[in-house]
């Protein structure tokens, strides 16, 4: 029996998904480069230090040497015997002797002496002195002043040489002689002290830029714990920010980020929830009544009727749900300005054609603010149908406009039957229906469009209302910091019944 499966054609390769990256540490590659920036200079410092502690300690020996051949100078130009005060002629020994009875050598410096090519005097130990004269013994008969280097048992001496003359004939030589290693060994010294202090603030310097960046980054790993919580379901968190520098500035902008995204979420939940919820009742009467369709073409015709008209209803509400979706977006509004007293007179216009109502017209004083004119036309215009289904034929509504400060105020005010208390907090939520014994129509969206439009033009709705006394609805928008207002224009007051307007606003809406 053979096997009857067919081999699987070969398919495209699959991805292989890339490697999470090993973590890391920020904290770990700061404090590296703390460290090498730190270590860097400590040793460029260390090595600037030494050159400059060597350096000037060859000047001054330098200036050292100067200076003995100098007073020397002196001593043989100027200088009288103490002994009789006559000068000292060609008596270079007694010269010589009251040279070294008068100066003291430097630390590490010696002083040899020379009559006739022969040594006659010398300071510091005689042993020492004898292994200089050795080296330095061809200085003896110099005739000229010499300076140079050289290495005394294994030391490296530097020397200068200055002849004695007296009337064209040297009579002697004064050597000075300077042990550099000597001054070497001090320079190591004082670098040596130096490194060490430096290697003490380094570690300290470590030791303090660990905990700041420990610090420093606490907002980071706080930030990431955070988003590790984070899901679809719970938005809440947010992260505690602390101070006014970059990390404050990246946690504020991150809780900004999760604020859109609570927003952006709830927008989609709510459409969700509201779509499924006022959606399902009419899909269930269509599908009903498809079910039970039969061949009566009288029946059919009702039926389709019908379908016709829950599909309609079902096509607004998912326009006004998008609507409302899209008031949460940056780009809901297309302002420009607007001329209040044409826009009352256009809007007055429309609502006439709502019902058999009496439209009453306040007049707007002429001026101009800033928005979006198909919105508010809108919102208005919802207001408008609001007021015709909860009054009947003949019943006033009234429609009109003014400027109060830096507000500009439209209103619908209606005599229909009014809101009670008790409603009031609910009337601008979605789906939101008052029955006052009336039959009216749609969704319940109307309210909740109009305080998006206004909430999007930073205004807020202002509503006063009694029971039998009717219900005004009073949109509060910025205006124009310098509104053109015609000076003769008369003042315009909300005509409303005396019980309404002798009532405090019972609800205010602005989210």
């Given amino acids: 029996m053979t096997d009857a499966r067919r081999p699987r054609p070969p398919g495209p390769a699959r991805r ?51 200076q003995e051949a100098g007073e020397l100078r002196r001593l043989v130009v100027q200088g009288r015997n103490p002994a009789d005060g006559r000068r000292f002629g060609r008596d270079v020994e007694t010269m010589l002797d009251v040279y070294l009875s008068r100066n003291v050598p430097d630390r590490g410096e010696r002083w040899l002496t020379y009559v006739d090519g022969r040594p006659y005097r010398a300071t510091g130990p005689s042993d020492e002195a004898r292994t200089l004269d050795g080296a330095l013994r061809e200085l003896a008969r110099t005739t000229t002043a010499r300076r140079g280097t050289v290495t005394v048992a294994g030391r490296e001496t530097t020397y200068l040489a200055v002849p004695i003359r007296y009337e064209g004939r040297t009579l002697g030589v004064f050597v000075a002689v300077v042990d550099l290693e000597a001054e070497q060994a001090e320079v190591a010294r004082a670098t040596g002290v130096a490194a060490l202090v430096a290697l003490v603030v380094l570690a300290l310097a470590i030791a303090v830029a660990y905990l700041l960046t420990g610090r420093i980054l606490a907002p980071l790993r706080e930030l990431t714990a955070t988003a590790r919580t984070i899901t679809e379901t719970d938005l809440r968190r947010r992260i505690d920010v602390r101070g006014d520098d970059e990390i404050a500035v990246l946690a504020t902008t991150f809780n900004q980020m999760l604020d859109r995204l609570e927003a952006a979420f709830g927008s989609q939940r709510a ?19 498809l079910e039970l369709l039969g061949d009566d073409p009288r ?139 009336r039959r009216t129509s749609g969704a319940g969206l109307g309210l909740s469009i109009v305080a998006a439009i206004v909430q999007a033009h930073e205004g807020r709705v202002e509503l006063r209302s009694r029971l039998g006394e009717g219900s005004i609805f009073v949109l509060h928008l910025p205006a124009d910091p310098s509104p053109t207002v015609d000076d003769e224009a008369p003042t315009v007051v909300i005509d409303v019944p005396s019980a309404i307007a002798d009532e405090q606003p019972t609800k205010e809406h602005q989210r």
């Fill in 299 to 437: 029946e059919r015709e009702e039926t389709m009727a019908l379908v016709e008209d829950e599909l309609e209803r079902m096509s607004r509400i998912v326009e006004d749900l998008l609507l409302l979706a899209k008031a949460e977006q940056g780009d809901f509004l297309r302002t420009g300005p607007i001329d209040l007293d044409l826009f009352v007179e256009e809007l007055h216009a429309k609502a006439v054609a709502l019902g058999d109502r009496d439209w009453r017209l306040v007049p707007a004083p002429p001026a101009t603010i800033t928005g979006d004119r198909q919105r508010l036309m809108q919102a208005m215009l919802n207001l408008a149908a609001n007021a015709a289904q909860h009054t009947g034929p003949g019943d006033a509504v009234e429609i009109g406009g003014r400027l109060e400060g830096a507000e500009a105020l439209l209103w619908v005010r209606d005599d229909g039957p009014g809101i009670a208390p008790e409603h009031r907090d609910r009337i601008f939520e979605r789906f939101a229906r008052l029955d006052h014994g």
């Fill in 16 to 66: 292989r998904l890339p490697s999470r990256p090993r973590l890391r540490s920020a904290r770990a590659r700061i404090l590296l480069v703390v460290v090498v920036l730190l270590v860097g200079s400590t040793v460029l410092s260390t090595v600037i230090l030494r050159e400059v502690l060597t350096a000037r300690a060859v000047d001054r020996i330098d200036a050292s040497l100067v």
């Fill in 271 to 289: 459409f969700v929830s509201d779509a499924g919820h006022e959606l399902r009742t009419p899909i269930t009467i269509v599908r009903g009544h």
